[in-house]
């Protein structure tokens, strides 16, 4: 049986922000890459200003290919006007796969060279923003 040898620290946290506009339409952007020696996303927070619903579909990037791994449901407004609150991006209805740690908190694993990246369903309402936060734990 292979034992592990090695403890992996966090190096560093790193955070981001993107935000969708009408103008972007369903084109697939950027969200964070991995750092060198592979990452974990810890935090995926959305926010809409948007007076519908949306869908955001989330992506992993793997040698240039982008492969969609699932999609998460954007209530109006959320995290906006107090009537429905911030997405937890992470969560484990609309992303099954993903990890949960020894302390019950969920995470998203990026290995190194990896990029997530996130495309609207369809298009956000004109003058309105959905807006992504990620905060990523490199090792």
Not at 22 to 48: C, E, H, M, P, Q
Not at 84 to 90: E, H, M, S, Y
Request: glycine share 10%; net charge negative; with cysteine.
């Amino acid at each position: 049986m292979t034992k592990q040898s090695e403890i992996f620290l966090t190096k560093q946290y790193r955070e981001a922000g993107v935000t969708f506009v009408n103008a972007d339409g369903t084109t697939i952007k950027t969200l964070i890459a991995a750092g060198a020696d592979d990452s974990n996303v810890i935090g995926l927070s959305i926010t809409s200003t948007d007076g519908t619903a949306r869908d955001l579909l989330l992506y992993k990037q793997i040698g240039g290919t982008d492969y969609l791994i699932g999609h998460v449901d954007i209530p109006a407004n959320a995290g906006f006007n107090g009537v429905a609150n911030q997405v937890d991006g992470l969560n484990i209805t609309n992303l099954p796969a993903n990890c949960i740690d020894s302390a019950g908190n969920l995470f998203m694993s990026l290995p190194a060279g990896t990029t997530l990246r996130a495309a609207m369903k369809t298009s956000v309402t004109a003058s309105q923003t959905i807006t992504v936060n990620i905060v990523l734990e490199d090792y």
